[in-house]
């Protein structure tokens, strides 16, 4: 194992301890990760509540298979990957990978501004990634948060790769479209 994913020693004794079934450690190591893994649950949900649910259903699993984590890689990596696919099983389930609008991707005007974050604020950038139809969503986080390759992304949703490519780029001109917007109207606030 190398250095930079050694856990620590406290760490190694909570994750035993759940293993064990200690409640108060269970709930230690739900509130210790629940914030992170919360953010992750947005970015592939429609909404908190559904966010929530996916939360819930990612930290049962991470408890039910708390005993095969290998400490062979990060502990937050590990849970990170199990949130991910619980939000996939829940897209899967609901048959809601396909495309579902066509956009004129040569229509979109791109901003040149570099520092859109600070214009417009995560909070907002975040429900714009939430406001993505489910598979533009779905593969968008997964090739820009995740790092997943195209070919990587046709291979876990059962897709092409030509078409892991066309929901992304489908999925940054919806998403430019809407920083365009916001950044207009924000500009007509003001003015």
């Known amino acids: 194992m190398s250095e930079e994913h050694k856990i620590n020693k406290q760490t ?3 994750i035993e301890a759940c293993i064990k079934g200690d409640r108060q450690s269970q709930s230690r190591l739900y ?3 629940t914030p992170k893994m919360f953010v992750v649950c947005l ?3 429609k909404s908190r509540e559904e966010a929530e649910e996916i939360l819930q259903e990612g930290f049962m699993k991470v408890f039910e298979h708390l005993h095969q984590y290998k400490y062979a890689g990060p502990f937050e990596g590990w849970i990170r990957k199990i949130m991910v696919n619980c939000a996939l099983q829940k897209y899967r389930s609901k048959g809601n990978l396909r495309p579902v609008i066509d956009i004129d991707t040569d ?3 791109y901003a040149v501004n570099e520092d859109i974050i600070s214009k417009i604020g995560t909070k907002e950038l975040l429900k714009m990634v939430q ?3 489910p598979a533009y ?3 968008f986080n997964l090739y820009v948060f995740e790092g997943m390759k195209h070919r990587e992304i046709a291979e876990l949703l059962g897709i092409s790769e030509g ?3 066309s929901n992304l780029s489908d999925a940054r001109a919806i998403l ?3 920083v365009n917007k916001s950044l207009q109207s924000s500009q007509v606030k003001f003015s």
């Open 12 to 14: 190694q004794q909570l």
């Open 31 to 33: 509130s210790l990760y």
């Open 43 to 45: 970015r592939y949900s």
């Open 107 to 109: 229509a979109v005007d």
């Open 131 to 133: 406001e993505l139809p």
């Open 137 to 139: 969503r779905i593969i």
């Open 163 to 165: 078409t892991s490519k």
């Open 176 to 178: 430019q479209k809407a």
